[in-house]
Every structure is written in C-alpha cells, then in structure tokens.
C-alpha cells in the first residue's frame, strides 16, 4: 500500500486488515505513556485490536475521508505508531491526534509525522483549522503542538470523560 504522506524518515499510510497492524495497534494501546496520556481502551489480545481498528479508523475513513495512520520508518518499514486526523463529538475542529511506540519517543518523529499530517490536511483536504487535546501533564506533546504553532485556546471536556484537557488551535495564517 503506497503512503499517503510522506516526509524525509517516515511513510504515513492507512490501517489495514492484518496481523501486523492488529499486533502494531495492540502495542501502541497498552504503552505505559498511552494509558497515561490517552486512555486505556481496554484491548488485550489481537483480535481486540482488529476491532478496535474496525471500529475507530475504518469508520472514521468512510465516514470522513481521513483518520489515524501508521506511521512507518522509511529506512526498514519498522511500525513505529500512529497519527492523523479525527472528527470527535465536543469539538469544533477536527482534532490532530499522534502516539508512538517508546522505542520511538524522543528522536523527532512524532513531531516529523504530525508536521506531515496538518500538510496534508490543508493541501490534500482543505482543513484550515485544526485543534488538539492534551492532557493536562503531557509537556512534551504540549511542546510538540508549540513547535508547530498551535496556540493554547483554554480547557475543555469531552462528552463522556471525566477529565478536562488542554485545547490548542492551529489557523492557516
């Protein structure tokens, strides 16, 4: 399956139906930093993480023509996480959303990977304004969204949830 995005290290694609990304998924899910910073969505076994991708980005790629992709290193196709873009109840933008694998924290990718997914979203989908949600620890994914010049638009909570976020705004200039 050919990219949809691609940047100097990574290949962004969609999900597909198949061990590899159910087995990426199922790690992804269960990363100390994603239960902490994310939510625990309570999937434990491959078949789980199947219809955890079933339900959540091939909904969301037929319903809105975009969602959470893999992010792939270029240099050996390694799985290294995921990012896009979701359409979420209680919000007004559509949301940048982004998570790796802890092999992969660290090095600038996440970073890489979101930069090419708000390219993408203004040039091939025409979205000019994204927003994200943080959670109220997360420093670093705050920086992220800093360096890419989202701006703090206040706290909100998302139908639901228990627990207020962050909320950062990213307008074409």
């Not at 998570?99 to 040039?123: I, N, P």
């Not at 890419?148 to 639901?160: E, H, K, N, Q």
């Amino acid at each position: 399956m050919s990219p949809l995005i691609e940047t100097d290290r990574l290949h962004l694609r969609l999900l597909r139906d198949d061990d590899v990304d159910a087995a990426g998924m199922l790690a992804l899910l269960n990363e100390p930093g994603f239960h902490e910073f994310i939510a625990d969505r309570g999937v434990r076994t491959l078949e789980q993480a199947r219809d955890y991708i079933h339900k959540g980005p091939f909904v969301s790629y037929a319903a809105n023509g975009f969602g959470m992709y893999v992010i792939e290193r270029r240099e050996d196709g390694a799985w290294m996480g995921n990012a896009g873009l979701v359409r979420r109840n209680g919000l007004v933008h559509v949301d940048i959303g982004y998570a790796l694998l802890g092999d992969f924290v660290g090095q600038g990718y996440a970073l890489e990977a979101a930069r090419g997914v708000v390219k993408h979203a203004r040039e091939v989908l025409g979205i000019a304004t994204l927003c994200a949600i943080v959670s109220k620890g997360n420093a670093r994914s705050v920086c992220l969204l800093e360096k890419l010049g989202f701006v703090a638009d206040g706290v909100t909570r998302l139908p639901g949830e228990e627990e207020d976020v962050l909320l950062f705004l990213l307008e074409k200039a």
